[in-house]
């Protein structure tokens, strides 16, 4: 049975001015689960002026560290109350696993705990300056947020921005994709179950050519934070600068995965495929491009081979499926033209291609898992983001070729380095120009740790203390203590 959703704008639940609607269906059987507001750029300005009004008049911003963060760790606590309907939701919403949409929801609880925490510890500073004054620094909220999020870890990602903004007291405007806003606005009721001031916390849902652009290009945001792709990114950043908004973007990553012919082969073999595979390859810091020595090469490909039937196709609500489908037919599509693309550069294709045969696959949007071999680094399914389960084996000889080839990409997101010798381990990764990196290990992801790329990945940080810093101001103030006149006239 569908569910009809509205928008939280304002403090009131309500739907789009022109009516209009979206259907949302799940990506393993096309079955209809919800329908939400289509929202108008009317809707959006009308969240943004609560959200303004919430800050400038509101109670919010002046209400103690310690009572908000009580609230964010109520709000930790509502989600794990939620947790079985809220993981159920994401796997149906966005197709991923229930295994990894149960994780999900855990670390987005885990999210707003560690923020509810760090809110009475945001700290400012004394300085002794060249004058009779007392001069010191404090961090102040900056105000409206706009916050997009992207489709493959809605609440996941909601809780990244979320958390950090209202711990520093700011008001949002949040925007879930079009394709996967359910547990964004599950989200939102639990929030608002707990009676923040109206306009603190609002949702709207709709495309970001709408919704989103307002949110970039409206004069009353202080702020946009934006997860998505580069493109996008990098609109947002241009749109931003109508009034000169703090920007934060977490875009697109192509990332190297390096395999010595030294590491663990049994943990690298499983690193490599769960760093591609994970959330089928939907997953900005996936492990795609896979660098492994030659004197290794033939071996370890025959053993992910070996493995890949493991990977259980299906829905993601099935017991014991490992891979669910693409989050819709315009983005299978995609993918399947990045497979074409690169049988016709000439890398091998071992593996999959296509779309798996069966009466259960086929009103969904599934994909097997893909591997090419001997790819070359100047071919485009090793330079561009599929966001796919694809995955390129580029073979090197040495560790500087390794180094040379994992740097030669526009983006920095994440990189992945395996090897039992440690000091080569840090060596390399020293070398990586990756943001986010791992020795022996690929994916795992920490609250407490920042989450960020070099280069055309992005820029800005999330998570950790470098999150909370992103929803902050400087001030400096100086209280003089000198009472004998200035006498400058």
Not at 76 to 105: W, Y
Not at 152 to 176: E, Q, R, S, V, Y
Not at 244 to 256: D, H, I, R, Y
Not at 300 to 317: D, N, S
Request: with cysteine.
């Amino acid at each position: 049975m569908s569910k009809n959703y509205e928008m939280l704008i304002d403090g009131k639940w309500t739907i789009a001015k022109n009516k209009a609607t979206r259907e949302i269906r799940d990506p393993a059987n096309s079955e209809l689960i919800a329908t939400v507001p289509e929202s108008s750029k009317e809707d959006v300005v009308s969240a943004i002026h609560a959200a303004r009004k919430a800050f400038d008049e509101g109670p919010w911003r002046k209400t103690t560290a310690l009572d908000r963060g009580k609230i964010l760790f109520k709000i930790g606590d509502l989600i794990r109350q939620e947790a079985k309907m809220l993981a159920e939701l994401e796997t149906r919403n966005c197709g991923k696993p229930l295994a990894e949409a149960e994780f999900d929801v855990a670390d987005a609880a885990n999210c707003f705990e560690f923020y509810g925490g760090l809110a009475t510890k945001i700290h400012g500073e004394t300085m002794s300056v060249p004058a009779n004054s007392l001069s010191f620094v404090v961090r102040e909220p900056l105000g409206v947020c706009g916050q997009i999020i992207p489709w493959n870890f809605p609440l996941l990602m909601a809780a990244w921005k979320l958390a950090p903004a209202l711990a520093a007291g700011n008001t949002c405007i949040l925007k879930p994709s079009e394709l996967t806003p359910l547990t964004a606005l599950e989200l939102a009721k639990l929030i608002h179950s707990l009676e923040l001031p109206a306009g603190v916390v609002n949702v709207v849902t709709g495309p970001g050519a709408g919704a989103g652009e307002e949110l970039a290009t409206n004069s009353l945001v202080d702020k946009i934070a934006f997860t998505g792709g580069t493109a996008t990114g990098r609109k947002i950043a241009i749109a931003a600068t109508t009034n000169l908004k703090k920007v934060t973007l977490e875009l697109g990553g192509k990332n190297p995965n390096i395999i010595f012919a030294d590491s663990d082969f049994e943990a690298a073999v499983d690193g490599a495929l769960f760093g591609a595979f994970a959330n089928q390859g939907e997953v900005c810091s996936a492990g795609s491009r896979l660098l492994v020595e030659s004197s290794i090469h033939k071996e370890l490909v025959e053993a992910m081979l070996k493995k890949i039937p493991k990977i259980k196709l299906g829905h993601g609500l099935q017991a014991g499926v490992k891979m669910g489908p693409l989050v819709s037919q315009d983005h299978l599509k995609k993918v399947e033209g990045y497979v074409k693309i690169g049988v016709d550069e000439g890398a091998k294709l071992i593996c999959g291609g296509k779309r798996p045969a069966g009466a259960e696959f086929k009103n969904g949007n599934f994909f097997e898992p893909t591997i090419f071999d001997h790819v070359r680094p100047d071919m485009r399914i090793a330079r561009e983001e599929i966001f796919g389960p694809v995955l390129s084996i580029i073979p090197f000889k040495t560790e500087e070729e390794a180094i040379r080839i994992a740097n030669d990409s526009e983006y920095g997101l994440a990189a992945g380095v395996w090897t039992k010798n440690i000091t080569k381990g840090i060596r390399v990764i020293k070398e990586l120009r990756a943001g986010i990196t791992w020795i022996n290990n690929y994916h795992p992801t920490f609250n407490e740790m920042p989450w960020g790329g070099y280069k055309q990945s992005g820029h800005g940080r999330e998570l950790g203390l470098y999150g909370i810093e992103a929803y902050l101001e400087t001030k400096q103030i100086n209280i003089n203590l000198d009472e004998t006149p200035i006498g400058w006239y």
